[in-house]
């Protein structure tokens, strides 16, 4: 099913885009649970469920994503889009696609930041969270769940990482029009990785846009901190890391934070 409010209609877009499906709905749960559901029952993937509004949003490690009307709240189901060691590479393609898509739907005017290793900023401040889930289907495959919230209209206060919105920050994007440029991006974005045959070029246009490249960091892990000197990214994708005492780290997992941004402000 397509709607002509969230770009099924576009006489400009792409035929790669074209081919991906989408599945609007208003309210919804969570539009990640959706596609999930959908691959569990054979969906064979391309496909985008976007919701005006979820009652069960999700964030990174368990957090609640606010989820009012008026932002974009949309999920991408892929089914086996690549070999296991290259799918930690699809929060770096997913965030490169949705600055791109940002863009396109700013005509240029915001450019944002990408801080490690899929938030979007605008000034220091996210406005956008990327959630990626994985799960094993009945019949063996692998379904990759690529949520994508970006507040055009609301954001949360009181949040660890300050956030923003796009209207706030001068930019009236409407979701439906940010959605409509996201749909050509992600499917763009997708075919250049190739099932990661084409990740530097992905991991350069993410370098390009990179929040505190080569400033100090602090790095929240399950097992505690570290800090040093944002270096960048390896070719997989860790972030690296240099101490004070000279020494390298490379890491997986983690939430990074600024100097001057302090836990809870």
Same mark, same amino acid.
């Given at each position: @099913?397509?709607?002509?409010?969230?770009?099924?209609?576009?006489?400009?877009?792409?035929?790669? +885009?074209?081919?991906?499906?989408?599945?609007?709905?208003?309210?919804?749960?969570?539009? /990640?649970?959706?596609?999930?559901?959908?691959?569990?029952?054979?969906?064979?993937?391309?496909?985008?469920?976007?919701?005006?509004?979820?009652?069960?949003?999700?964030? %990174? =490690?368990?957090?609640?994503?606010?989820?009012?009307?008026?932002?974009?709240?949309?999920?991408?189901?892929?089914?086996?889009?690549?070999?296991?060691?290259? &799918?930690? *590479? &699809?929060?770096?393609?997913?965030?490169? +696609?949705?600055?791109?898509?940002?863009?396109?739907?700013?005509?240029?005017?915001?450019?944002?930041?990408?801080?490690?290793? /899929?938030?979007? @900023?605008?000034?220091?401040?996210?406005? $956008?969270?990327?959630?990626?889930?994985?799960?094993? !289907?009945?019949?063996? =495959?692998?379904?990759?769940? $690529?949520?994508?919230?970006? /507040?055009?209209?609301?954001?949360?206060?009181? !949040?660890?990482?300050?956030?923003? /919105?796009?209207?706030? *920050?001068?930019?009236?994007?409407?979701? *439906?029009?940010?959605?409509?440029?996201?749909?050509?991006?992600?499917?763009?974005?997708?075919? *250049?990785?190739?099932?990661?045959?084409?990740?530097?070029?992905?991991?350069?246009?993410? &370098?390009?846009?990179?929040?505190?490249?080569?400033?100090?960091?602090? $790095?929240?892990?399950?097992?505690?901190?570290?800090?040093?000197?944002?270096?960048?990214?390896?070719?997989?994708?860790?972030? @690296?890391?240099?101490?004070?005492?000279?020494?390298? %780290?490379?890491?997986?997992?983690?939430?990074?934070?600024?100097?001057?941004?302090?836990?809870?402000?």
């Amino acid at each position: @099913m397509t709607d002509p409010r969230f770009g099924g209609g576009r006489s400009s877009a792409s035929a790669e +885009a074209a081919s991906w499906r989408v599945t609007p709905k208003g309210a919804t749960v969570s539009t /990640n649970l959706d596609v999930l559901d959908l691959a569990r029952h054979g969906d064979p993937g391309r496909v985008w469920v976007v919701a005006e509004t979820q009652a069960g949003g999700r964030a %990174r =490690r368990g957090r609640a994503w606010t989820s009012e009307p008026g932002n974009l709240y949309a999920s991408a189901l892929l089914i086996d889009p690549g070999l296991p060691d290259h &799918l930690p *590479e &699809l929060p770096f393609v997913s965030a490169v +696609a949705t600055a791109d898509a940002v863009e396109a739907a700013t005509e240029g005017r915001c450019r944002p930041g990408l801080k490690w290793p /899929n938030d979007l @900023m605008i000034g220091g401040r996210k406005f $956008v969270g990327i959630l990626l889930e994985a799960a094993r !289907t009945p019949d063996g =495959r692998t379904a990759v769940a $690529v949520g994508i919230g970006v /507040n055009c209209r609301h954001h949360p206060f009181g !949040t660890e990482t300050p956030a923003t /919105n796009l209207l706030l *920050e001068g930019f009236d994007v409407r979701p *439906e029009a940010l959605f409509a440029a996201l749909r050509e991006t992600f499917a763009a974005r997708i075919a *250049e990785w190739a099932e990661g045959a084409g990740f530097p070029a992905i991991r350069s246009a993410w &370098l390009a846009r990179a929040v505190g490249l080569g400033g100090a960091i602090r $790095v929240r892990l399950v097992e505690g901190e570290d800090e040093g000197v944002f270096e960048g990214i390896d070719d997989a994708g860790h972030l @690296m890391l240099a101490r004070a005492d000279g020494s390298r %780290r490379k890491i997986s997992a983690g939430d990074v934070f600024f100097p001057a941004q302090k836990d809870g402000s």
